[in-house]
């Protein structure tokens, strides 16, 4: 049973009696708390202790602010169940961060005038409870976080430069109580994401506003809320006396507020300026990098799904780079396998953003979501199993560097390389190997060869990506395609980089993204023919001659792809896919194929059909050749 006895001693010699259950506080507390109580003594207030153990601090509020309407406890070991206390000591059990936890506090008191969080002391939890219990505390009251040494330590999510670390987040606060003073038109949640976007659901401008100080001791932090009479502002200048001899015009400011600065063109105040440096020693990008970028700031997205094979190769390529990318956001797009292991411990140590999705929801959707998160210029797309060579966005970054106006530049892409699962070399420059129209000129050549391009052999822009609405978030292949093709038709230019700056890894992909390109595949092919219908009056027969015939060559491969591996199923359905291009076509192609589609249902004649067909192919592609060189000789 509790043990309280109104009485009139200080807090320290309340604590020093004390006999009941056991408490447990660091000595410097003591007297940190003597002072920071003294207002509220005699007040009726309720108060919130998140991490309550043995209990024993419960009872010594108890007995140390006998007015008290209301003392609550909260902790998620069920075993403090067992804890019982007299009438005005609630215990809610439960994990502090859940909804659920929340509602039963707020059922038994809406709001507080002392709220202290000695519950696990780990980064996450920290900010989190901080986040969703701030909103409680009342006009005037504190917000207590014990224990913060904890946040230089690695296992609760620490560590001296951690970016994500509870006292990084704290710190962010003392820039939230100076926010008029910023003058770049940016809100304290705009600050609070551009670090910590994870927790974006849970910032509310109007309460963020409403942290009027920030005081940090040895492992404490005590955040007070702004009176109602009394918001966070500087004021006026409040000038009083008579004698000014040594500046006269100091005496003119009495009653004056501060003069409204603007800080845009600061470039320490531009927040692409605060992320990154990849030597992992502190925020902020190098100035002779600005110069390198031409002031241009670059946001580098990777989106991962069970990638844990590769992935650090692809992180470390992005770290390697010569010119350094303002913002590097990793999206763990709701992975299953280690990689989130693997992404923690790298943005240990270098400055990375990692969210966290915890459903899978694709790859354009992840990039939307982490782009948006994002304040560069310019998007550098990297996916989790490619590697970028040092120089890649140095080099993308020229024609970038280049522009002095004309049709605004959408999108740079550069050629590439082949590389297999061991990282070895397989082809050196994909893109040149191939005769294709680079850069892309016009809509016919576009459709009929695609962007043949890689998301990480791109950097775009932001503002055409934004203009056209960045990604069809139903596709997972063609995404990057259709984007271009946006761009293209919302006239923005695009520039080619004719040597490799990137690698792209082609190895057995799994059943699952087969199934996913396939299906997107199918959505594209509807998107451009409803897009792109034919055009008699122009005499450009679109779906006819360009969009068909383009498809049932890829179909077609894939057919051919999906026999090496004896998928007759799979077979069978790109055969169908074949056969609703068909009434597409022209007449002689529609009748050919009607005539052979029943053999490619019947897969292992389809697939020597098509063997045969690319061998004639083939053949007829020599005697092209060789009559061309005979004309060449006359
Ligand atoms: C340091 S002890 C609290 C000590 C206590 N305040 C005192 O003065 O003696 C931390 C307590 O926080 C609880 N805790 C840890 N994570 C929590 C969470 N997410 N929500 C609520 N309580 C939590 C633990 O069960 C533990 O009892």
């Given at each position: 049973m509790s043990s309280i006895e109104k009485t009139d001693s200080t807090f320290a010699e309340i604590f020093a009696a004390h006999t009941g259950k056991v408490s447990d506080k660091w000595q410097s507390y003591i007297p940190a708390y003597e002072s920071l109580f003294a207002e509220f003594r005699d007040k009726r207030i309720a108060l919130l202790e998140i991490g309550i153990q043995n209990g024993g601090s419960l009872e010594i509020y108890a007995n140390y602010f006998a007015n008290a309407e209301i003392i609550i406890g909260c902790d998620i070991n069920p075993k403090c169940r067992l804890l019982d206390y007299g009438p005005g000591i609630e215990v809610v059990i439960g994990n502090c961060t859940a909804d659920e936890t929340r509602r039963k506090i707020t059922a038994l008191s809406p709001s507080f005038d002392i709220i202290i969080d000695d519950g696990s002391h780990v980064s996450n939890d920290v900010i989190v409870a901080f986040l969703r219990y701030f909103s409680l505390v009342r006009p005037g009251g504190i917000y207590v976080i014990e224990d913060l040494h904890t946040s230089y330590w690695q296992q609760w999510q620490g560590g001296l430069f951690h970016k994500k670390s509870s006292i990084a987040f704290l710190k962010l606060l003392v820039d939230a109580i100076n926010s008029e003073h910023w003058g770049i038109g940016e809100s304290i949640s705009d600050l609070l994401a551009a670090e910590f976007p994870e927790y974006r659901a849970l910032f509310s401008e109007r309460v963020l506003r409403t942290i009027k100080s920030v005081n940090f001791a040895n492992s404490m932090c005590v955040i007070r809320k702004t009176g109602d009479d009394a918001p966070n502002a500087l004021g006026p200048h409040v000038?009083?006396?008579?004698?000014?001899?040594?500046?006269?015009?100091?005496?003119?400011?009495?009653g004056m507020a501060q003069i409204k600065v603007d800080e845009r063109q600061n470039p320490a105040s531009d927040f692409g300026h605060r992320t990154i440096d990849a030597s992992g020693a502190g925020a902020g990008v190098p100035d002779r990098d600005r110069q390198k970028t031409g002031n241009l700031t670059i946001a580098a997205i990777m989106p991962v799904y069970n990638g844990e094979r590769f992935l650090r190769e692809a992180i470390q390529s992005v770290l390697d780079q010569t010119v350094y990318p303002h913002e590097f956001v990793i999206v763990d797009d709701g992975s299953t396998d280690g990689s989130c292991v693997i992404i923690e411990e790298m943005s240990r140590k270098y400055p990375i953003t990692l969210i966290k999705r915890e459903k899978n929801s694709g790859q354009s959707a992840s990039r939307n979501f982490a782009i948006k998160q994002c304040k560069s210029d310019l998007i550098a797309l990297i996916d989790q199993d490619d590697r970028w060579y040092p120089n890649h966005l140095d080099g993308l970054l020229e024609p970038f560097r280049k522009f002095r106006g004309g049709l605004p530049l959408g999108w740079v892409y550069s050629d590439f390389d082949d590389i297999d699962e061991q990282g070895l070399v397989i082809a050196r420059s994909f893109i040149n190997r191939q005769t294709l129209q680079n850069p892309k000129r016009d809509l016919v050549q576009f459709l009929a060869q695609g962007a043949v391009t890689q998301p990480s052999a791109t950097l775009i822009s932001r503002a055409a990506f934004d203009a056209v609405g960045g990604f069809d978030e139903n596709l997972s292949g063609f995404e990057d395609e259709d984007l271009f093709l946006r761009m293209f038709r919302a006239n923005y230019d695009n520039a080619y980089i004719a040597h490799p700056l990137s690698q792209w890894r082609i190895y057995d992909s799994s059943y699952g993204a087969t199934y996913r390109l396939a299906k997107s595949q199918r959505y594209y092919i509807r998107k451009i023919m409803t897009q792109f219908p034919d055009d008699k009056w122009r005499g450009i027969y679109y779906v006819r001659d360009v969009i068909a015939p383009r498809f049932v060559m890829t179909w077609a491969l894939m057919y051919v792809r999906a026999g090496r591996y004896k998928n007759y199923a799979l077979m069978r359905e790109y055969a169908w896919d074949i056969w609703a291009l068909i009434p597409h076509l022209r007449i002689l192609r529609r009748i050919a194929l009607t005539?052979?589609?029943?053999?490619?249902?019947?897969?292992?004649?389809?697939?020597?059909?098509?063997?045969?067909?690319?061998?004639?192919?083939?053949?007829?592609?020599?005697?092209?050749?060789?009559k061309y060189l005979a004309t060449a000789r006359l």
């Open positions: 000038v009083k006396g008579s004698e000014a001899v040594v500046e006269q015009s100091i005496k003119a400011l009495d005539i052979v589609f029943p053999i490619l249902l019947w897969p292992r004649a389809g697939d020597l059909l098509l063997k045969a067909a690319a061998k004639c192919w083939r053949w007829t592609s020599w005697i092209r050749r060789l």
